[in-house]
């Protein structure tokens, strides 16, 4: 059979719509394709309809496997013919969807860009990036079919084919735009430049917009930008094009929520109403934000009638299951993934697997090159080629972050493409540096340790304590999961000494939600060591964890009594004063200072005949806070005084970084018993220079909160009414950092009152 007597694709889907006896209006339900658009693909109007609604249709009609490829490739073939035959038109402006959503934002940056003025010479250019997925190209198309009315003289559009193999050159495709603006073949200049100038004056005097949709390079779109006057471009593409120059710039980063759930639900139209707002919802939240992967879920649920909602969430809900889940015929998330991964040096393509074993959202360059294998100047290079090319986002403070798919993606390649023993070698690597590192870095911050004497060669390098702060803070989701997969592989004293490693650092991040996990990882592996004295230090950090305001009491008590029992049956002294100190904190918490204050006398006592005089001095403070509490300010005040002279004897045999952290904390304390005696002026004094200590020490919690309404407080009943207010404003800001919204609240009030 000739290819003129070939059937086209209008006659064989009639053919098969008959054959499933349905009218064009029940296969429109199905499928989610309107009547009108499949009544011109049966009359011939459109012969080479896009590849998602071939899919749709395919599996609305339940066709096999060679039905379906047959279908299929009579579109692609319609699509062929249609873009090179029609040489009145080549650039056309494709059509755009019906259930376009969102990218308000968006349209009114392109509509700016439209009336913006540029220099003479000058063309105005608008570069829209962004990684696979995220509807770059149907935006453009939306975008160009808004701003149409603009350009009397037309829109061209034209894939440069960017992600290909062999992407569109410079030159084709100055021969299909010179063609749509009426140059005949035989017109057309035979040097490159030529073309460039011809294109150039034949638009100087136009109005026109230029698509260039899917660009591979900066070599491959400069000759195809307008010279200036009232012509504008938008250009595509997956990466940055950090070369051009002069252009003006849009990151289009995943839909919102909201919109992503208005998208699934117009997508499914009709279908929609079958399913609860929550489960739509949910599976948008799956879809990470990317219009393809909502158009895949989309048209899965379209395809398959009986299929419930719920039940696909439930599968996306599963990590090892949802990459695969995103697929619909011929349509996959994976590929247009893949296509970005194949334009990667093979070096990058192994950094790029190999990240997916991060256990955290984010990553920095130094995990990088552990993960790679390679020096921190290759791990740049790898990370600024992964950037460009839209497989990481870079945020701030050097930190990158794989969108969700994107990790299930790189998970893929590493199971595919590296053996079971590299990839246990790769997780054991990452794990144990990211175990090391959060070791070293909190024990900058506990007496007897600091700065390393001799650093460990293969960690980062942290330079002072603020830098072990950060990295801390920063990393903390990547050494945390670290943990988790050292408990699950047996490697018990790297999780103890990572834990315990934190416990001085924790009380610089009070409120931090992730000690209850690592100190229980911590008496887990010290159960597991037989080590039950470890064990009571894990669980009266437990305590502690528990008494941070809002507290906790009932919780501080279990876990202080079986640390109490633990460490008297391992004869661990120190360890049975906590115990007694973390109960003595708990009963102050339910009223009972009685026992508050008999449990820290005997911790206090306990500290002393051992000789460690940090602990005995803040059991003493705790026993001043019982007085504080009973109102007896006074007497609290003097016993609040003598410790600050203990804490200012060069001579008192105390941990320097015990005082330093020691010290403001009394200075907070003194002034609140002073504004209860009505000092106002001395407290306020002494409030200020405690809180200042605080700010250094990069240590906000909620005695500092508490500490800065005491003063906003005091400020106000002097007629310091702007200092009061700026007092009342920090105050709201650290209790909304902590988590306590109603103080944050009742203090974001007392500022507006006082302006």
Known sequence: MSETDRPGFGEVLRGHRRAARLTLEQLAEVSGVSARTLSDMERGRSRGPHARTVTALTDALKLDDGAREGLIELARDGRLRDHWTRRSSPCELPRSVEDFTGRGEELIWLS??????????????????????????????????????????????????????????????????????????????????????????L??????????????????????????????????????????????????????????????TGILGKRAARDEESTLARLAELCGGLPLALRIIGNRLLSRPDWNAAELAARLADEELRLHQFKAGDLKIANAFGMSYEQLADSTRRVFRNLAVAPGRDLDVALTAVAGEMPVTDAWDALDELVDLGLLQDGTAGRYRFHDLVRLFARDRLQEEETAAGQRALTERVTSWLLRMATTSGRWFEPGYGRPDRPDPDLAVLSSAEEADGWLRLNVDNWLGSM??????????????????????????????HWQEVFTLGAEAAAALGDPAQQAAQLNYLAWVHSVPPGDPEAVLRYAAEALELATRADATAQIAWAHEYSAEALLLLGRRDGAIESSSRAAEMFRAIGDIDSYVQSNAAITKCLFDEGRYAEALERYLGLLAVLDDPESGMTPSVVVHSRPLALLRIGSCLGHLGRRAEAITALSEGIDLVDGLRASDYRQADALETLASLLADEGRTDESRHAYVRAAQVFASIGDTTASSRCQALATAAA
């Open 484 to 513: 988790r997969a050292a408990a699950d592989t047996g490697r018990h004293p790297l999780v103890l000494d990572c834990a315990e490693s934190m416990h001085w650092f924790s009380d610089r991040w009070a409120h931090s939600p």
């Open 203 to 264: 638009l100087r005097d136009k109005r026109v917009l230029v698509v260039l949709d899917n660009a591979a390079s900066e070599e491959q779109v400069r000759p195809l930008l307008p010279g200036g006057g009232a012509n504008r471009a938008l250009i595509t593409t997956r990466r940055l094009l950090a070369g051009l120059e002069g252009v003006r710039r849009l990151a289009l980063g995943p839909l919102p929520l909201p919109e992503s759930t208005e998208l699934l």
């Open 112 to 201: 700016e860009l439209v009336y913006a003025e540029s220099s003479p010479g000058v063309g105005v250019v608008g570069l829209i990036t962004g990684s696979a997925g995220l509807g770059k190209t149907t935006f453009a198309v939306r975008a160009a079919h808004c701003v149409r009315p603009s350009f009397p003289d037309g829109v061209l559009f034209l894939d440069l084919f960017g992600m290909s193999q062999q992407p569109l050159t410079a030159d084709d495709a100055l021969r299909l735009l010179l063609r749509a603006l009426g140059v005949a073949d035989q017109q057309l200049p035979g040097d490159a430049h030529e073309r460039a100038s011809l294109y150039r004056s």
